[in-house]
């Protein structure tokens, strides 16, 4: 799988006061491999176990511990609201019986507590202790209540113990704990097990043999959803023009093309398949009528190009989709964008188009963030504000989500 970015996701990791911590920089390593983006959050007792050093050189960021921290007469308060904001999930591993019992009862009394009682994203724990106290009622009875307010539970595991005693109460070990969360992306999602085609980028048509019509897309935006609805569980088939940029996915199965006709015939074949379409590549709207064999020679001057039109690859798919598949297109509109993509959706038979207006700045092509707007047949116009391309994807899945659900 190599370094496949299965967990794209902001992970706040609660590490707490057991033998299991030494496990944690193991642990932080393959949250980063994974594609998560690790803030480590500390109890004082845990220090007694795993070096902060350790975890802040592992995660990229300082592993925090104090709600405010003192350093030479300054003071520097660590927001746990923005910290719980921040995060998409909260990961608590090791969680020893004592911070279970303060979680249970609402007790806060250091940084990691204080993130989970403001938490809202989903709250995994990997309990680890020695049997017995895994087996004493109290502690059975505080992870009954946090299940039972939705926290998810990781392990423990049973096998050989610190104490040297066999039974349960082993911290999962790090690669299972990111495999269960992993798993946790996709349960639930209206998109596990769907068939996703998504084409994204450029094409280039021909002029000859090495002059070629292009256009400014980076498939950015694409590979975005591929990535996004890959880490949901969609078994994603990307029909990319010419870009630059990795897949990093293995729900995602792509195929290159480069002019628009290959674009159309790869998606034509696969959209058979698919529950669901999402069209964001900047598909070339003309190409040269004629391409020329040999390399047109400069001295011969440049007639007039003479252009045809491509087919239009979402319009053939809105004219033969079959009953409960879905369709999603992007429009690119310098004016009236509105006016324009909602007369794109009707024209086109769509479910749901993505308007990105140009001009902004930090919008379109290239560009790591974008500023969309949703526009569906039945409700108002969605305006988002500026936001990373991957959040856009996010944005737009959600919406995919309810309209597969209500396929
Ligand atoms: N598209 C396509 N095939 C093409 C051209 C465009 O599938 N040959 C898709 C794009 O992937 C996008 C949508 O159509 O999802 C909108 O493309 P756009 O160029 O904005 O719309 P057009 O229908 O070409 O309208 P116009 O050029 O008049 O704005």
């Given at each position: 799988m190599g370094d496949a970015r299965t967990l794209p996701r902001k992970v706040l990791l609660g590490v707490t006061g057991g033998i299991a911590a030494y496990k944690v920089p193991l642990l932080v390593r393959a949250l980063v491999k994974a594609g998560a983006d690790v803030q480590v959050l500390m109890t004082p007792a845990a220090h007694d176990f795993v070096s902060p050093l350790v975890l802040s050189t592992l995660s990229g960021k300082p592993a925090l511990t104090e709600l405010v921290d003192r350093n030479d007469g300054t003071a520097v308060w660590n927001d746990h609201v923005h910290l719980a904001r921040w995060a998409d999930v909260l990961l608590i591993a090791p969680a020893t019986a004592h911070t279970l019992g303060k979680m249970a009862h609402g007790l806060c009394d250091n940084l990691m507590l204080a993130c989970w009682l403001s938490a809202e994203c989903p709250v995994y724990i990997a309990p680890a202790m020695d049997l017995e106290m895994y087996r004493d009622l109290s502690v059975a009875g505080n992870i009954a209540a946090l299940k039972k307010r939705g926290v998810r539970m990781i392990g423990p595991e049973t096998g050989e113990l610190a104490s040297g005693l066999i039974g349960e109460g082993r911290m999962t070990e790090p690669d299972d704990i990111v495999a269960a969360l992993v798993a946790g992306l996709k349960s639930g999602s209206a998109l596990a097990g769907k068939r996703l085609l998504i084409n994204a980028g450029p094409t280039q048509e021909a002029i000859d043999p090495v002059r070629y019509i292009g256009n400014r897309s980076s498939g950015k935006m694409g590979f975005a959803l591929a990535l996004e609805a890959a880490t949901r569980g969609a078994l994603v088939e990307l029909v990319a023009g010419p870009?630059?940029?990795?897949?990093?996915?293995?729900?995602i199965h792509r195929t290159d093309v480069v002019s628009a006709a290959e674009m159309a015939e790869a998606c034509k074949k696969l959209f058979t398949a698919a529950d669901l379409a999402i069209l964001s590549a900047a598909v070339a709207d003309w190409r040269p009528a004629t391409v020329a064999g040999k390399k047109l020679k400069k001295k011969a001057g440049m007639e007039a190009l003479a252009l045809e039109g491509t087919e239009d690859i979402l319009a053939w798919m809105g004219a033969n989709k079959r009953k409960g598949q879905r369709l999603v297109g992007f429009a690119l509109e310098t004016n009236d964008g509105e006016a324009h993509a909602r007369e794109k959706l009707k024209r086109k038979k769509l479910d749901l188009i993505v308007l990105n207006t140009l001009?902004?700045?930090?919008?379109?092509?290239?560009?790591?963030t974008n500023q969309v707007t949703l526009i569906d047949k039945g409700t108002a116009a969605r305006h988002l504000p500026l936001m990373s391309k991957a959040d856009v994807a996010r944005a737009v899945l959600d919406r995919c989500e309810t309209l597969l659900s209500n396929a």
């Open positions: 870009v630059t940029l990795k897949a990093e996915h293995p729900g001009g902004e700045p930090g919008v379109g092509f290239g560009h790591d």
